[in-house]
């Protein structure tokens, strides 16, 4: 079995009085994951005892292994875009990055490698153009460019889609699900649940500084027995449908309206329900012309989850 990127005990950081991350303890393997909250939740404070800026207060964590705090091993193998910008304004980007490569040990080669990471990131238009002229979008592009300069073997983007255009967030987006496709393993720090869940599957959920779920969104989802799955369905003869269902099919609670055609339908078994379905559509002779659930998507499990702390 590999070995956890990123392992917790019990961990916990207090800014005097105010808890940041409360008795978390957690696995995280490869592959690309979302870290998910509002603003406020813990979500920075957790990535910066991952990258070794914050020493625990109590409990343990490694990294690769290894306790992150004033470690240069594991700072050699992180890459990190932090959520506010810390730059050198009077450099261009290819200036800042090549320094921050050569920090990372990078040496002659590190102004080649700044170029590929800033052409990467799609800032070929302004990368020898000082960084005090840049957008907020060009600033965030230029962040992540220097994550990657050094080929990390972990990169941690916190809210790496911030400030940025509608264009650019989908080139950040589609970056990020290339560079998993590649190999890589990414922590996706983000408060917008539905850009996130269009980059991967796996998510850890975090609210008030504690873990509130983590695995595959199906599988958190899964677990939460006592709320029923809300699925939506338009037809041609609702009440015909509607009577079936309730007959032929597991169905904890239904509604239908007639005259917009549509059936909202709970069950505690939706896959028996969708394995079902199709049968039972058919024999009752309705045309369906869409079906979809309400809770298939990170916003409903979050929701979910706060309401039954």
Request: hydrophobic letters at 40%.
């Amino acid at each position: 079995m590999t070995a956890p990127l990123i392992r917790t005990r019990d961990l916990t950081k207090l800014y005097d009085v105010v808890i940041g991350v409360n008795d978390v303890t957690l696995e995280l393997g490869t592959g690309v994951i979302g870290l998910l909250g509002p603003n406020g939740a813990g979500k920075s404070t957790l990535i910066k005892l991952i990258t070794g800026q914050l020493k625990p207060s109590a409990g343990e964590i490694e990294v690769f292994g290894e306790c992150p705090w004033n470690n240069r091993r594991v700072y050699q193998r992180l890459g990190y875009c932090p959520e506010h910008d810390a730059f050198y304004d009077t450099l261009t980007g290819h200036q800042f990055v090549s320094f921050l490569g050569k920090l990372s040990g990078l040496g002659s080669e590190a102004e080649d490698r700044a170029e590929a990471a800033l052409l990467r990131v799609g800032a070929a238009e302004y990368l020898h153009r000082p960084i005090n002229a840049y957008s907020r979008g060009m600033r965030q592009r230029t962040k992540v460019a220097q994550a990657l300069v050094h080929d990390p073997d972990l990169l941690i983007l916190d809210e790496p889609l911030t400030g940025t255009d509608p264009i650019g967030r989908r080139e950040m987006m589609d970056l990020i699900v290339e560079l998993g496709r590649e190999g890589k393993s990414l922590i996706i720090s983000s408060h917008v649940l539905h850009e996130v869940q269009s980059m991967t599957d796996e998510f850890v959920m975090i609210y008030g500084g504690r873990i509130l779920a983590s695995g595959h969104i199906q599988e958190i989802r899964d677990l939460m027995d006592e709320f029923p799955h809300r699925i939506a369905v338009r037809c041609d003869r609702p009440r015909a449908l509607a009577s079936r269902l309730l007959r032929d099919l597991p169905v904890a609670g239904l509604e239908f309206d007639e005259p917009k055609g549509q059936i909202d339908i709970l069950t505690h078994e939706p896959s028996a329900f969708y394995a079902g379905f199709p049968t039972v559509a058919l024999e009752a002779d309705v045309g369906v012309h869409e079906m979809s659930s309400q809770d298939d998507n990170l916003q409903a499990v979050f929701n979910y989850l706060i309401s039954a702390r």
